[in-house]
């Protein structure tokens, strides 16, 4: 069975501080793919990373970094310096590798206070 | 390069109803997939279609029906609506239907009265 487990309902953080977000996954398919997306009052999801299964490098870009670990099937999001236009709710995923068809955690509300 | 379309945004129907929401997915992108999102459930498959074929269906009520056009378009159809399908049904645009990141639209909120 595929699941996706963000046990972080809401986190409140203040302007520039570093904030991680959590993310737990369970699959018996040894090819997947993981991903974050946010999403802001708009409705739309916004694509930020995908990560292969076989590729366990943690991944930077610009204030956003991700830490992916096979071993606690684990996929955690970090903001560095966070910044009001952060606050979003973030969904991390995980699909097959040969179906369209997302695994969505329960997300997690970031505030981000100025 | 255009995202991924949805139509309407907004909807309000009646218990009994039926309704028909539209996707129109990148251009070259071959797989639509649709979600339903709400406060209770989070973010629920759907289905999945890819080159007008359905690949994957979720956990719905045969009430939830959907199809691909040749165009790659898609739409969904809700019939017999019930106060519980009120959502923000959300469409994903998928390049090659492997897996690979999904771009989505805007999504429809459908409210049931």
């Known amino acids: 069975a595929q699941k996706v487990t963000q046990a972080q309902t809401e986190i409140s953080v203040v302007e520039k501080e570093d904030v991680t977000l959590d993310c737990v996954y369970e699959?018996?398919?040894?090819?997947?793919?993981l991903f974050w997306y946010k999403q802001p009052p708009s409705g739309e999801l916004v694509f930020l990373i995908r990560?292969?299964?076989?590729?366990?490098q943690n991944e930077i870009s610009g204030r956003y970094s991700w830490n992916f670990q096979k071993s606690t099937s684990s996929f955690n999001f970090t903001i560095t310096a966070s910044q009001v236009v952060d606050s979003a709710v973030y969904f991390c995923a995980l699909s097959h590798h040969n179906f369209n068809k997302f695994y969505f955690g329960s997300g997690t509300k970031l505030n981000v206070k100025p | 390069k255009a995202g991924v379309t949805q139509t309407p945004r907004y909807l309000i129907k009646t218990r009994g109803q039926q309704v028909t929401l539209s996707c129109s997915p990148i251009?070259?992108?071959?797989?639509v997939s649709w979600y339903q999102q709400t406060p209770g459930q989070g973010l629920q498959f759907l289905f999945e279609?890819?080159?007008?074929?359905?690949?994957n269906k979720g956990n719905f009520p045969g009430r939830f029906s959907g199809r691909q056009f040749s165009n790659s378009r898609s739409e969904m159809n809700v019939s017999t609506l019930e106060l519980g399908d009120s959502a923000l049904y959300l469409c994903?645009?998928?390049?090659?239907?492997?897996?690979?990141?999904?771009?989505f639209g805007q999504g429809t909120r459908l409210t049931v009265v």
């Open positions: 279609y890819f080159s007008e074929t359905q690949r």
């Open positions: 699959t018996r398919d040894t090819t997947y793919y």
């Open positions: 990560r292969n299964s076989f590729d366990e």
């Open positions: 994903a645009s998928n390049l090659d239907g492997l897996g690979t990141e999904a771009f």
């Open positions: 251009s070259g992108h071959r797989s």
